[in-house]
């Protein structure tokens, strides 16, 4: 699991970061006001991007084009990734608490929307959802989706090259490109960051998150955000998003952030109504 530690780092860059605010309806791409100004002067469009494409975004090495070899985080956090972003956009959500089934982690995850969301990931993780009976937990969809069960018969649950295909969207999108780097007894296919003012923008966002623009309330903060957050930490890439920040800001951004994923999920779920899912897997990541 991710930590923050504090540790040598580059000095902070420019400060000058678009002002943008993530719309909270489930399913929306809505921005805030002021989001068509760009940390370039406004030469670039926003470029939509997913859960999954961000977490991965924040974990590729930028020349290297692949993540660390050491983290054995971030199949799972994207996972997660997976199930929140469809609980954003309406399609699932968790069953409602009962006298038994009170805990995030004893409720399961229903159907709520079997309509296509356009993403190849989420379409295929909502089809198994469907037919799956009786439904199961957030924390084994997440084991289930990185095949991390010893029952034979869920394994076609399993969810392959996730990674490889984020990639390919984020180069579809412009933000990465495709080489082949030659490991010494085999060749691996790396996608290196070929638009770096898009992970720019990414990085500043989240350090944002935790520093200028900081709600002390969970409740009160933009959903996606807090989703990010969590993903970022659960996927073991938090400490590298905040890492190019002066020390002194780094460690009011990490004490923020460590602050945040040690609340206590199952206290926070039920104030968050619709965010329920992000506190869910927050609780998975935290048990595992």
Not at 61 to 87: H, Q, V
Not at 108 to 114: A, F, Q, T
Request: net charge neutral; aromatic share 4%; charged share 30%.
């Amino acid at each position: 699991m991710s930590t923050l530690t504090h540790r040598g780092r580059r000095p902070e860059g420019s400060k000058a970061l678009e002002k943008r605010v993530e719309g909270e309806e489930a399913g929306s791409w809505a921005q805030g006001p002021g989001s068509g100004n760009d940390i370039d002067g406004g030469d670039s469009k926003d470029i939509r991007l997913t859960l999954m494409e961000e977490v991965l975004l924040l974990g590729l090495k930028d020349k290297e084009g692949y993540t660390s070899f050491w983290n054995d985080c971030i199949s799972s956090g994207l996972r997660g990734g997976i199930l929140i972003e469809l609980a954003l956009r309406g399609r699932i959500h968790l069953e409602p608490p009962t006298m038994r089934k009170k805990r995030l982690l004893d409720r399961k995850v229903l159907l709520k929307s079997d309509s296509p969301t356009g993403d190849v990931l989420l379409d295929e993780t909502l089809k198994h959802i469907k037919v799956t009976e009786p439904a199961e937990t957030v924390q084994t969809w997440i084991e289930l989706l990185t095949g991390e069960t010893w029952n034979p018969f869920k394994l076609q649950y399993q969810l392959r090259n996730v990674r490889e295909r984020l990639a390919k969207n984020l180069v579809e999108k412009g933000i990465l490109t495709t080489e082949k780097q030659n490991f010494l007894l085999f060749d691996m296919t790396t996608h290196p960051v070929s638009n770096a003012t898009e992970k720019q923008r990414l990085v500043r966002r989240l350090q944002d998150s935790v520093l200028d623009r900081w709600v002390n309330d969970p409740q009160r903060m933009d959903r996606r955000t807090l989703a990010l957050l969590v993903l970022a930490h659960a996927a073991d890439v938090l400490e590298g998003a905040l890492a190019s920040l002066a020390d002194d800001r780094y460690d009011v951004a990490a004490a923020r952030a460590k602050g945040l994923v040690e609340l206590d999920p199952e206290a926070e779920g039920p104030k968050h109504g619709p965010a329920e899912m992000i506190w869910a897997v927050l609780a998975a990541f935290n048990k595992s």
